[in-house]
């Protein structure tokens, strides 16, 4: 399904001339279905020009394949040129296997919550989903750069 808030975030943003990425949360339990989910994916962002492309692994029955097989069909959606990423769950990295297809992915952004950061390497690391920003009147993701990976500048080029 495609968030109800995503359209209208997009289209906020967009029309504002605010560039920004996109994540796809998966549900996959096969390369079948991982395939079938980037193409929809693809679907519904490509109109936004996005930044960069993220798949979101955090469920236990996503395998290391169902991961690669999405990773394999979004590169060849987008393209080379375009920036994927996937956001993966911290307690679930190890058990996916995840370093034998972190290659296939210009980033890692892993979800960690608390003053302890990821135990494994990555790009971005989500620190909280209650923080605040002006403007927003409920608790919002934050992130860091962690230094071991890309830079701000490689996220917001286009």
Known sequence: YIDECFKRHADELTERGVRFGV??????DSERKARDEAWEFV?????YDPLFWAVDVERPEITREAILAFAEELR???GDVEKIGAYVANHLYADYG???????FDFVWI????QTP???PCDLWQY????SVAGIDRGVDLNRITGEGHGLAWFTEG
Do not use: C, E, I, M
């Open 23 to 28: 994540f796809f949360y998966s549900w996959a």
């Open 43 to 47: 679907r519904y962002a490509r109109a």
């Open 76 to 78: 060849g959606l987008v």
């Open 98 to 104: 995840f370093d034998a297809v972190r290659d296939r």
């Open 111 to 114: 979800p960690r919550y608390g």
């Open 118 to 120: 990821p135990a494994h």
């Open 128 to 131: 909280t989903s209650d923080g």
